[in-house]
């Protein structure tokens, strides 16, 4: 009787170990997911952060466009002056273009 016992405490012991080792080949698994889960959601960061940065410079002197307009036309009416100056009837050869003539 102590020997068949002993032998069912044996395969007892024997299922727990291999439940032992099935849980923890489950656990290695779930963080092995869970670390390739990390490292893509780093690599996903880093990119973003990369992305945000170049829209943060490309729109650091957005507020400058609001005077390109004004700028644009000041420019053209000097260069109508200069061609003016320059040409031989001291008359320009074609009449600056109003700023909402010239977009429509």
Known sequence: MVVALAAETKTIWWITLGLGAVVAV????LLHALLRAVKQVERNVIVLWNTATS???????SWQLASTGEALDAIKTEAMRHDAL??????SRQEPLNRTESWS
Do not use: P
Request: glycine share 6%; net charge positive; aromatic share 0%.
């Open 55 to 61: 829209v943060a410079r490309n729109t650091a002197t």
């Open 26 to 29: 489950v656990v290695v698994a």
């Open 86 to 91: 320059l040409s031989t009837d001291g008359r």
